[in-house]
Structures are given as structure tokens and as C-alpha cells.
């Protein structure tokens, strides 16, 4: 391969590569603010369980309320 062949094709390498990336950085970033989303609102549903929703699952309040209010991003 001639050293002006193998320049022309380096840029459209590089450039796949970086696209791969942000692809794959993008859905990386989509899938963590999906879980993100679904961990807040379950603690939420979790703060707002009665004492009987509570006792049929086996965790007391104070296990719930330590819980629920873990911020999102800790899991």
C-alpha cells in the first residue's frame, strides 16, 4: 500500500472509530438515566408503602425509609 493511500483512508478510520464512541457513549448515558429514573421512583413508591404493604413484604419502616432515601445514583 502506497504511503498516499494509506492517508486517505486513516481519517474515515478515525472517524468510524469516534462515531462507534459517541454511539456506544450515548447509549451508555441513555440506559444509566433510565435506571436512574426507575431506582428514584421506586424509592419514592417505597417512602409511600403503609405500615401493612410493609409488614407483607418483611422490612420494617425504618428499613424503608433508609432506603428511600438513598439518593438515585447509590445503589
Given at each position: 500500500m502506497s504511503s498516499l493511500t494509506h492517508k486517505?483512508?486513516?481519517p474515515?478510520?478515525?472517524?468510524?472509530?469516534i462515531a462507534s464512541v459517541l454511539r456506544?457513549?450515548?447509549h451508555a448515558l441513555r440506559t444509566t438515566i433510565?435506571?436512574?429514573?426507575?431506582r428514584?421512583?421506586?424509592r419514592r413508591e417505597l417512602r409511600?408503602?403503609?405500615?401493612?404493604v410493609l409488614r407483607d413484604v418483611g422490612i420494617s419502616r425504618s428499613q424503608a425509609d433508609f432506603e428511600g432515601r438513598k439518593?438515585?445514583?447509590v445503589k
Open positions: 486517505a483512508c486513516a474515515a478510520v478515525a472517524r468510524t472509530d456506544q457513549l450515548g433510565t435506571v436512574w429514573r426507575k428514584s421512583a421506586a409511600e408503602l403503609d405500615e401493612h439518593p438515585f445514583w
